[in-house]
C-alpha cells in the first residue's frame, strides 16, 4: 500500500514531495539498517550547504518511505567534494545532518533532521521525528525537538541505561550534563543533572541531582582541577 496516499491527511512538513526549491543532491547509503537517504538544499558554498531542504527516506527495496522538510537544513561537506547543481554526491552517515536512532527506546527507528544552529551557544540543532507504529509514519516530537534545539549539539542515546542526556554550558568554564529517562506514552522525564563549575581557577565544584523514589538528593564536592581531570 502506498504509504503517501493511506496518510495523505498528515501535515505537509511530513509527506512533502520532493523538494522543488533545493537541487544541491546528497545521498546517504546505509543512512540506518533500515534506510538511505537523499538530502537536497538550497544553497550550497565552500564546505556548506544550507537552506530549505528535505531528507527523503527508502527502505531497502529502494521505495520512499517518507519525505522531511527543514527551513534550514545545515550540512558541513567536504571541500573536495565540489557540489553542483543536479550532481548526486555520496555522503557518509557521519555527516550529520540526518541521524537514524532508537530516540525513544521503543525498538523502531527514529529520524533527527538538522534544522539550523538553534542550540546552547549556537550549536547544531534538529528536528527529531518518532516513528507512530499506528500511523506508519515519522511524525515530529515537540518534546525531543525542543531538547535536540537548546543543548551542545544532539543529546546522547544511552540505549543499555535507555536514557538521552544532553550537554550545555555558561560561559566558559560552566558545563552542565541532564540525563532523561523515556516513559512510554508520557515523554521525558528528568532524572539526572551534573554542573561542573569552573569558574574558580584550581578547583572544579562538582553539584549533582539525582531523582531516587521520586526525589530528588543533591550532593556538591570540591576538587583540586588536576586531581578531577585525572579523575575524568
Not at 496516499?5 to 520532493?18: D, E, I, M, Q, W
Not at 546505509?30 to 538511505?36: M, R
Not at 547543481?85 to 537514524?100: A, C, E, F, H, P
Request: aromatic residues 10%; charged residues 30%.
Amino acid at each position: 500500500m502506498n504509504l503517501f496516499n493511506k496518510y495523505k491527511h498528515l501535515p505537509a512538513f511530513v509527506l512533502l514531495g520532493p523538494a522543488c526549491f533545493g537541487q544541491y543532491q546528497f545521498e546517504v547509503k546505509n543512512a540506518s539498517k533500515n534506510y538511505d537517504a537523499i538530502i537536497q538544499v538550497e544553497n550550497c558554498y565552500d564546505d556548506r550547504c544550507s537552506g530549505k531542504g528535505t531528507v527523503e527516506l527508502f527502505d531497502r527495496k529502494n521505495t520512499k518511505v517518507q519525505t522531511l522538510a527543514s527551513d534550514n537544513l545545515v550540512l558541513e561537506i567536504d571541500q573536495a567534494e565540489k557540489p553542483k547543481l543536479g550532481k548526486m554526491i555520496q555522503l557518509t552517515n557521519t555527516q550529520n545532518s540526518v541521524i537514524i536512532d532508537d530516540f525513544n527506546f521503543d525498538g523502531t527507528e527514529d529520524i533527527a533532521v538538522r534544522n539550523g544552529n538553534m542550540g546552547n551557544y549556537s550549536a547544531a540543532s534538529y528536528d527529531v521525528y518518532v516513528f507512530n507504529s499506528t500511523r506508519m509514519a515519522f511524525v515530529k516530537s515537540k518534546e525531543l525537538t525542543d531538547l535536540a534545539s537548546s543543548s551542545l549539539d544532539i543529546f546522547d542515546v544511552d540505549v543499555k541505561r535507555k536514557r538521552l542526556i544532553s550537554y550545555g554550558k555558561s560561559g566558559c568554564c560552566d558545563f552542565f550534563t541532564t540525563e532523561y529517562a523515556v516513559i512510554p506514552n508520557k515523554g521525558l522525564d528528568k532524572v539526572f543533572e551534573k554542573e561542573e563549575d569552573m569558574t574558580v581557577e584550581g578547583r572544579v565544584k562538582v553539584i549533582t541531582r539525582e531523582k531516587i523514589n521520586n526525589k530528588w538528593v543533591t550532593k556538591t564536592k570540591v576538587y583540586p582541577s588536576e586531581q578531577y581531570n585525572r579523575e575524568k
